[in-house]
T-cell receptor
Framework: DTEVTQTPKHLVMGMTNKKSLKCEQHMGHRAMYWYKQKAKKPPELMFVYSYEKLSINESVPSRFSPECPNSSLLNLHLHALQPEDSALYLC????????????FGNGTRLTVT | AQRVTQPEKLLSVFKGAPVELKCNYSYSGSPELFWYVQYSRQRLQLLLRHISRESIKGFTADLNKGETSFHLKKPFAQEEDSAMYYCALRRYGNGSSNTGKLIFGQGTTLQVKP
């Protein structure tokens, strides 16, 4: 399996809802990433995990809460989001933090109403 | 600070014409440079990395440290090359809190006309 799988593909949620985005890879990669991408803009880094520990938090608001329960899984818990948080959320993985390229999932298209 | 600049939002060429997508970077340490491509309705995919010095789908890119550039080139464009291309930079080396941080340029849309 050489893919990064993200679920769900689409998500619509209200500002008071709590939801989670899921990401899975079975390539044995030990670094995992969350990116946010707005329409016609480049991906912006949110979080980096290395060996299941949070390595980088790009000053992301606390309404986004990442979790890495094991080396294959990465979650992004969402709570009290704003309409401006609507975007494509991309998960990626790499063998390690350096010297290996990132592999991206197809993303979850999130709409906050 | 790391910064990647792609000066062209849109590059439009005819099939068979040469293509050069420009990428300049600013970074004080040792960078890793990548080109990623996003075809319509597909995931972001790695196209090239400077460490590999390979040619993928006819594309090449050479890291020029003197000019801090990593331009992407192809001698003869094909219609299937039409896509969004992102240049990206990552810190290379251990011992930094920013290790692993991959940042992207603004992207260039390549349009290859028949």
């Amino acid at each position: 399996d050489t893919e990064v799988t993200q679920t769900p593909k689409h998500l619509v949620m209200g500002m008071t809802n709590k939801k989670s985005l899921k990401c899975e890879q079975h390539m044995g990669h030990r670094a995992m990433y969350w990116y946010k991408q707005k329409a016609k803009k480049p991906p912006e880094l949110m979080f980096v995990y290395s060996y299941e520990k949070l390595s980088i938090n790009e000053s992301v608001p606390s309404r986004f809460s990442p979790e890495c329960p094991n080396s294959s899984l990465l979650n992004l818990h969402l709570h009290a989001l704003q309409p401006e948080d609507s975007a494509l959320y991309l998960c990626a993985s790499s063998q390690t933090l350096i010297g290996s390229p990132l592999h991206f999932g197809n993303g979850t298209r999130l709409t906050v109403t | 600070a790391q910064r990647v600049t792609q000066p062209e939002k849109l590059l439009s060429v005819f099939k068979g014409a040469p293509v050069e997508l420009k990428c300049n970077y600013s970074y004080s340490g040792s960078p890793e440079l990548f080109w990623y491509v996003q075809y319509s309705r597909q995931r972001l995919q790695l196209l090239l990395r400077h460490i590999s010095r390979e040619s993928i789908k006819g594309f090449t890119a050479d890291l020029n440290k003197g000019e801090t550039s990593f331009h992407l080139k192809k001698p003869f464009a094909q219609e299937e090359d039409s896509a969004m291309y992102y240049c990206a930079l990552r810190r290379y080396g251990n011992g930094s809190s920013n290790t692993g941080k991959l940042i992207f340029g603004q992207g260039t849309t390549l349009q290859v006309k028949p």
